[in-house]
């Protein structure tokens, strides 16, 4: 009797070779075609997209940070401007209020037989208002006072010339010495 030889394997037989070329392809077939991962790709993908959406918005808030620094050095060069502006203004007031009312020289009468039209001598006597001359008494007090708030850079000459005061008056109204100082938002009295 023959033994038989229980895992023995003869080469001879061709359903060896044709399992052993099986076996070959099939590890050929994963080493050159491995199974792609879906879910590793897709996220890949998905971080790809957004990498380039911060890449856009990163660009963006560069354009938004430069508009800023563009907008804040706009916002300094108005404030510059509107400061100019008052400094002007206030210029311009304080030399309105520094011209005292010149006396009108004296001119000989036209030798004319028209009689002067009335709206020119109305304008006549506006533009010459007289000046009070300074006097050691203090106007009358009556009725209830009239108040003047002090504004940065008033002098007691222009707020006394305001009112049509002299400066011993406006003193003498506020109880105040021969050199007084001002200080702004004061409240002077300039009269009843």
Not at 70 to 88: F, P, W
Not at 116 to 127: F, I, L, Y
Request: proline fraction near 6%.
């Amino acid at each position: 009797m023959k033994t038989i030889k229980p895992f023995s394997f003869d080469i001879k037989n061709p359903f060896v070779w044709g399992a052993a070329g099986v076996l070959v392809l099939i590890c050929l077939a994963v080493v050159i075609f491995p199974k792609k991962n879906s879910r590793a790709e897709n996220r890949l993908e998905k971080l790809e997209s957004r990498l380039s959406d911060v890449e856009e918005i990163r660009l963006k808030t560069g354009r938004i940070e430069e508009h800023n620094t563009n907008i804040e050095e706009l916002k300094s060069r108005l404030a510059k401007v509107e400061t100019d502006i008052n400094m002007l203004i206030e210029r311009l007031e304080k030399r309105s209020e520094i011209k005292p009312a010149k006396p009108s020289s004296a001119k000989p009468a036209e030798t004319s037989h028209r009689k002067p039209e009335p709206a020119r001598q109305t304008a006549k006597k506006v533009e010459s208002k007289p000046v009070k001359a300074q006097s050691d008494k203090a106007p009358k007090k009556t009725g209830t006072p009239k108040y003047h708030k002090v504004r940065s850079g008033e002098t007691m000459y222009q707020i006394a010339s305001r009112y049509g005061l002299s400066v011993k008056d406006l003193q003498k109204l506020n109880h105040l010495g021969n050199n007084p100082k001002l200080s702004t938002n004061q409240q002077l009295i300039v009269g009843y």
